[in-house]
C-alpha cells in the first residue's frame, strides 16, 4: 500500500515514479530508518515523511542515475531520520511530569525564543529563502545536497561528475552569492 499523499500528484508520470520507487525503495528505506532510530513503531512514519521531502524535488530524482537515486534516497532517509531523533530529544528534555500535571507549564524556558523572535527568525528563512531561490539550478541543488541531505562533497561531487575542487569552488561562490544578496536586501551579514 502507497502513502497516501502519493495519490495526490497530479502529474500521472510523477505519480507512477513515486509509485515504483516507494515499491523499489521501500525495503532499503525501512532498513536504514530503522538502524538509525531503533524503534519500529516509527519507521513508517519516517518513511512517508521522507516521500514527502522526495515529493519536493521530483524533478531532480527524477534524472539521476540508478546508483545516484539510490544514495540521494539513503541520505534522505538519513536525514529525516535525524531530524526525528532530534525533535523527539527536544520534546523530551522540556518534558518533566508532576503527580497530576505536566510541570513544564509552570517553568518559564528562557531559551525559547519570544513570539516576536519568531516572527524575525520567519523573515530572515524568507529572505534566505528568496536569496537561494536567485541561484542557478546547480548550485541550489548543491546547497541542498550539503546542507539539508549533509553529504560529503565527494559524494555531491560523484552525482554531479564534477571534481571534489569544483563542488568545494562551488559551494563557497554559492553562499557569497547568497550573502551578498542578503547585504543587497538590508540585512547585517557577516
Same mark, same amino acid.
Given at each position: 500500500?502507497?502513502?497516501?499523499?502519493?495519490?495526490?500528484?497530479?502529474?500521472? !508520470?510523477?505519480?507512477?515514479?513515486?509509485?515504483?520507487?516507494?515499491?523499489?525503495?521501500?525495503?532499503?528505506?525501512?532498513?536504514? =530508518?530503522?538502524?538509525?532510530?531503533?524503534?519500529?513503531?516509527?519507521?513508517?512514519?519516517? @518513511? *512517508? +515523511? /521522507?516521500?514527502?521531502?522526495?515529493?519536493?524535488?521530483?524533478? /531532480? #530524482?527524477?534524472?539521476?542515475? %540508478?546508483?545516484?537515486?539510490?544514495?540521494? #534516497?539513503?541520505? /534522505?532517509?538519513?536525514?529525516?531520520?535525524? +531530524?526525528?531523533?532530534?525533535?523527539?530529544?527536544?520534546? &523530551? $528534555?522540556?518534558?518533566?511530569?508532576?503527580?497530576?500535571? &505536566?510541570?513544564?507549564?509552570?517553568?518559564?524556558?528562557?531559551?525559547?525564543?519570544?513570539?516576536?523572535?519568531?516572527?524575525? @527568525?520567519?523573515?530572515?528563512?524568507?529572505?534566505?529563502?528568496? =536569496?537561494?531561490?536567485?541561484?542557478?539550478?546547480?548550485?541550489?541543488?548543491?546547497?541542498?545536497? $550539503?546542507?539539508?541531505?549533509?553529504? !560529503?562533497? /565527494? +559524494? @555531491? =561531487?560523484?552525482?554531479?561528475?564534477? !571534481?571534489?575542487? *569544483?563542488? %568545494? $569552488?562551488?559551494?563557497?561562490?554559492?553562499?557569497?552569492?547568497?550573502?551578498?544578496?542578503? $547585504?543587497? =536586501?538590508?540585512?547585517?551579514?557577516?
Amino acid at each position: 500500500m502507497y502513502p497516501v499523499i502519493i495519490m495526490f500528484i497530479e502529474d500521472d !508520470s510523477d505519480r507512477e515514479f513515486m509509485e515504483w520507487l516507494y515499491g523499489e525503495y521501500y525495503l532499503l528505506m525501512r532498513k536504514k =530508518a530503522y538502524e538509525i532510530v531503533m524503534d519500529d513503531s516509527v519507521v513508517d512514519d519516517i @518513511i *512517508n +515523511d /521522507t516521500i514527502i521531502r522526495l515529493i519536493k524535488y521530483i524533478d /531532480t #530524482i527524477k534524472k539521476l542515475e %540508478c546508483h545516484k537515486l539510490t544514495s540521494y #534516497i539513503v541520505y /534522505t532517509v538519513r536525514s529525516v531520520s535525524i +531530524d526525528f531523533i532530534n525533535k523527539k530529544s527536544r520534546h &523530551n $528534555k522540556r518534558m518533566f511530569y508532576g503527580l497530576d500535571n &505536566n510541570l513544564s507549564e509552570t517553568i518559564e524556558d528562557t531559551e525559547a525564543p519570544q513570539p516576536d523572535e519568531f516572527v524575525i @527568525i520567519g523573515e530572515e528563512i524568507d529572505e534566505l529563502g528568496k =536569496a537561494i531561490s536567485r541561484l542557478s539550478e546547480i548550485d541550489q541543488e548543491i546547497l541542498f545536497y $550539503k546542507y539539508n541531505l549533509e553529504m !560529503s562533497t /565527494t +559524494d @555531491i =561531487a560523484s552525482i554531479f561528475n564534477i !571534481s571534489k575542487d *569544483n563542488v %568545494c $569552488k562551488r559551494l563557497q561562490r554559492a553562499r557569497q552569492r547568497v550573502l551578498k544578496e542578503l $547585504k543587497k =536586501a538590508g540585512h547585517n551579514v557577516e
